[in-house]
């Protein structure tokens, strides 16, 4: 049997979740055929045969995890019968293991003619009983030298009053196993993110409110904001941009990654292009995000490419916050919740819906200047 490996899909976790097969154990497939979605660093991907072939057997059944680097699918020998499966042998030494994607390895048929026994035994440097004292005490005999042939029990209780740190430690009840939830995909990508973002971004966060009661209750917040935004990235292009390498890269296009919270965990799917498109098309592409978080996950090229960021969470709660920029973009605009405010109209106290926005960028890219100006941008847009 021909093992096909779950290979490295490049988003930075260990392992993937099957979601869906699309063949079934006896299909005979061409190379490059899809064989399953996976979900891994919260994206659905495609994973293709390596090779043509019958698939033999499935090693993963759906919603279940598989590592990187274990069996996923097994092909049947071109031209070679199933070999009967000899008694008290498991699986794992009967594959032929073929590698991944990439590659195979080769192996040699050949077998030994007899058993070659060692050349020279290993000899016991402590009897039973004062290995299973040193084990008690904490004491790792490879460190050690015995001042004979043989360690004593001398010896090794006069190891662990040198080091009182291993041997207590050895002595310790053990730590009660973990009890909590293994976290999905999505979450644990969101946490190697969320790293990244302590680690490499330096940020800062401006925030406002403005008056929206020329169009609130009239129109989408949420298209609003994301045309709002696309206005401030025209007056000011350094918020739209990437930062790597030192160096930073202006975008050509507004490509907002959108926020949507699922329970799942946290997705950011992208709205490419914003200024080419409709208000309809944009709109409904954010419904079907939406959906697509709650219900199977959301395709990995929908998660690409994103240029600057959106974060409605005033839909639930909170008037302000500090976003958090993930790096290489370098700003994120938040919205908090619209609430009744007293602002100040031709001299005379009014009440008015007000919408916070909070702006967070990354100070190695971006001025103080550039995101005041940015803001400033969003505001005029937005009253």
């Not at 594959?95 to 040699?108: H, W």
């Not at 009983?129 to 004979?148: H, M, N």
């Not at 976290?183 to 302590?198: I, T, W």
């Amino acid at each position: 049997m021909k093992i096909f490996k779950l290979p490295d899909l490049g988003e930075g976790l260990p392992d993937a979740v099957v979601r869906e097969w699309h063949v079934q154990e006896g299909d005979h497939i061409a190379a490059h055929d899809n064989l399953v979605t996976v979900e891994t660093a919260k994206a659905l991907v495609d994973v293709p045969a390596p090779w043509g072939g019958t698939v033999e057997k499935l090693f993963a059944a759906a919603d279940e995890t598989v590592n990187v680097g274990e069996p996923l699918v097994g092909f049947k020998e071109a031209g070679a019968a199933a070999p009967p499966e000899p008694r008290g042998e498991t699986d794992e030494r009967q594959r032929t293991d073929t590698g991944t994607v990439v590659g195979k390895i080769e192996q040699s048929g050949a077998v030994l003619g007899a058993e070659v026994a060692p050349s020279t035994t290993p000899r016991r440097l402590a009897t039973p009983a004062v290995r299973a004292l040193a084990r008690r005490l904490g004491v790792d005999l490879a460190d050690l030298r015995p001042q004979g042939e043989r360690f004593s029990a001398a010896e090794i209780r006069a190891a662990a009053q040198r080091a009182p740190t291993a041997a207590a430690a050895a002595k310790a009840p053990p730590k009660p196993a973990a009890t909590g939830t293994a976290m999905s995909p999505a979450r644990r990508a969101m946490a190697l993110a969320m790293s990244r973002a302590r680690d490499q971004v330096a940020p800062m966060t401006l925030c406002d409110q403005v008056d929206i009661s020329a169009w609130w209750g009239k129109e989408s917040a949420t298209l609003r904001l994301i045309r709002a935004l696309q206005q401030a990235c025209a007056a000011e292009p350094h918020l739209n941009a990437l930062y790597q390498d030192e160096q930073l890269s202006p975008a050509t296009t507004v490509n907002v990654g959108l926020a949507v919270d699922s329970p799942r965990g946290l997705y950011v799917p992208v709205l490419k292009d914003v200024a080419a498109r409709s208000d309809e098309e944009i709109l409904q592409q954010i419904e079907d995000y939406k959906d697509q978080a709650r219900e199977q996950g959301i395709a990995q090229r929908d998660l690409q490419g994103g240029t600057i960021l959106l974060s409605n969470f005033g839909g639930m709660a909170g008037r302000y916050a500090t976003p958090v920029v993930l790096p290489p973009t370098v700003a994120i605009v938040g919205a908090g919740r619209t609430f009744q405010g007293v602002v100040a109209v031709d001299d005379r106290p009014a009440v008015r819906p007000l919408l916070p926005l909070s702006i967070s960028a990354d100070h190695r890219a971006v001025t103080g200047g550039e995101l005041a100006r940015f803001l400033k941008a969003m505001i005029q847009a937005l009253s």
